[in-house]
């Protein structure tokens, strides 16, 4: 099979996006707006692996759970870049997920950026976790849902993109300025 290479965005001029990297805040509102699409999704999907599994309680078939759980959020999120590099949040804050020279990632790009995604705000649960059966006090789990904005801590410095982004080859730009440059 003869591989194809992906166009180069239509802004990028030698390679290099001219568009500039995504602001910090505008993802943490992207980031707002995605967990409330994202309980549809879990929602749904919880909904029906209880019909299938006729489970009666949500501790049931808990690894089988988590399981669909990660495919289905993973299936949303690379489903959503693979069609234009945009989930309904990125579109509403004009994000646009791109490789490092502004051409479309490829699959494999995309799917390590799913996976990479995770360890941090997994790390920091278990730590939170730790801290609750060291003192005993359970009041601390609600730390647990700052957890997901451990993304942002490797953001600091010169470089704004997420440490996943890095890893993975991706970066977010913000294309508000193409949509200026394109009504000129």
């Known amino acids: 099979m003869q591989q194809t290479q992906n166009p180069p965005h239509p802004r990028a001029l030698n390679g290099d996006i001219q568009a500039p990297d995504v602001s910090r805040i505008k993802r943490f509102a992207a980031m707002m707006y995605e967990g409330v699409l994202l309980f549809a999704v879990v929602f749904l999907t919880a909904y029906i692996f209880d019909i299938l599994t006729e489970s009666r309680h949500g501790l049931l078939n808990r690894e ?11 299936a949303y999120f690379l489903v959503c870049w693979q069609r234009g590099g945009q989930t309904l949040p990125m579109r509403a804050w004009h994000i646009r997920l791109v490789g490092t020279t502004g051409q479309k990632p490829t699959f494999k790009q995309l799917v390590l950026r ?10 920091g649960m ?10 005993g006090w359970p009041a ?15 953001t600091f410095g010169s470089n704004t993109q ?19 440059d394109a009504a000129k």
């Open 140 to 154: 601390i789990l609600l730390f647990v849902v700052l957890t997901p904005f451990l993304v942002f801590i490797p």
């Open 114 to 123: 799913y996976l990479l995604t995770w360890p941090l705000p997994l790390a």
């Open 162 to 180: 997420f440490l996943h982004d890095r890893l993975a080859g991706t970066r977010l730009i913000d294309i508000r300025s193409e949509s200026k």
């Open 64 to 74: 089988a759970r988590i399981f669909v759980l990660f495919v289905s959020i993973g």
């Open 126 to 135: 278990a730590l939170i976790y730790g801290l609750v059966l060291a003192t």
